[in-house]
């Protein structure tokens, strides 16, 4: 086994038993709904989702109450919702198994952190900056929850890294489908980082390995995937 894979394997696994222990210590482990308040939008909106389907065409039955106050689960993106769903029609309502998918996933950030550090700085940083996410707290407190913040700290950094992949690589290949794949779902999951779009644009043009040329290119199809997957 390669060095490399070792260190992977091993920054997975202590962010994994970090997390999972987390989540024991966690009321909500015991009591799934224990202070839920926006997890009922995901809920609501995944239900719909599977009651109504994928777009959803009522949005009034979607209507419900958090503490008194009225709120509509359409104002959330359609992403962790999806997920949901899925987890709701394969398993059942379990609400413990999502909680435990936000370990996976949140481990799963640990690991992207390290490829990060490593691409953009060099593997010492990596390796520093991965055991930095696995005791962060803001990783760790929404994994016993119904929310779309594990999955977004997997998809931002993830979205920086493939971004950087691009701007290191000198011809597109089947593999670039994955960097506009992972932005769409990470638009679908919370609009606002469609923020990200002039970064990534001047990312690739600025920062491109051959020229500015091939950074427009580059970024033509990234533009041209995303609306297509949009659709």
């Given at each position: 086994?390669k ?35 926006d ?29 008194g ?21 394969l ?23 390290y ?43 993830l979205?920086?890294?493939l971004?950087v992949?691009?701007?290191k ?29 002039p ?25 041209t ?7």
């Amino acid at each position: 086994m390669k060095e490399n894979t070792k260190l992977i394997i091993s920054i997975f696994c202590i962010a994994f038993i970090v997390r999972f222990l987390f989540l024991l210590i966690m009321p909500q482990f015991f009591d799934g709904m224990f202070g839920f308040r926006d997890d009922w939008i995901y809920l609501t909106y995944a239900k719909n989702i599977i009651s109504q389907g994928i777009w959803v065409p009522d949005v009034t039955k979607m209507d419900l109450e958090i503490f008194g106050k009225p709120y509509n689960a359409h104002v959330v993106g359609p992403g962790w919702p999806l997920i949901i769903s899925l987890i709701i029609l394969l398993f059942g309502e379990n609400i413990q198994l999502i909680m435990f998918i936000n370990v996976i996933l949140s481990s799963l950030t640990c690991i992207v952190i390290y490829y990060l550090g490593k691409e953009v700085f060099n593997k010492k940083i990596g390796i520093i900056s991965s055991f930095w996410s696995i005791i962060y707290i803001y990783f760790l407190i929404y994994i016993p929850r119904i929310l779309k913040e594990s999955i977004l700290q997997l998809l931002i950094p993830l979205v920086i890294l493939l971004m950087v992949y691009e701007i290191k690589k000198v011809k597109l290949n089947m593999v670039t489908i994955l960097f506009p794949l992972t932005f769409t779902f990470l638009i679908h999951t919370d609009e606002r980082y469609l923020i990200f779009l002039p970064i990534i644009f001047i990312g690739l043009m600025a920062c491109d390995n051959i020229n500015m040329k091939n950074g427009l290119k580059k970024f033509a199809v990234f533009m041209t995937s995303v609306i297509v997957l949009s659709i």
